[in-house]
Nanobody
Framework: QVQLVETGGGLVQAGGSLRLSCAAS????????AGWIRQAPGKEREFVAA????????YHDESVKGRFTISKDNAKNTVYLQMNSLKPEDTAVYYC?????????????????WGQGTQVTVSS
């Protein structure tokens, strides 16, 4: 069973950048596909980006395509989300999630393991 811990959130001005990290422990992370999901206050959780277990295949939601990039370093047991050109509507708690799977998943309900979340706030 893998444990996930997100770091890297914070307050940033619109147009700025942040890099989120998700460190995994307790499992062979190379067996896990991973994803980033966010939830803004009063809203449903929203898929952001996903990556296959090898890191070779990625998928980004249209709302973040061209601005966010997901990556995975199995040697470091870590998944990253590089966020550029941030907008106020990106403000949310960002969660890292994982599941033992060959390919990536875009449905948050399919993930078995979740981190505690990290707050990202983008000011206008």
């Amino acid at each position: 069973q893998v444990q996930l811990v997100e770091t890297g959130g914070g307050l940033v001005q619109a147009g700025g950048s942040l890099r989120l990290s998700c460190a995994a422990s307790g499992g062979t992370f190379s067996r896990y596909a991973a994803g980033w999901i966010r939830q803004a206050p009063g809203k449903e959780r929203e898929f952001v980006a996903a990556i296959s277990k090898s890191g070779g295949t990625t998928y980004h939601d249209e709302s973040v395509k061209g601005r966010f990039t997901i990556s995975k370093d199995n040697a470091k047991n870590t998944v990253y989300l590089q966020m550029n050109s941030l907008k106020p509507e990106d403000t949310a708690v960002y969660y890292c999630a994982a599941r033992i799977s060959e390919s990536f998943m875009t449905d948050p309900s399919l993930y078995d393991y979740w981190g505690q979340g990290t707050q990202v706030t983008v000011s206008s």
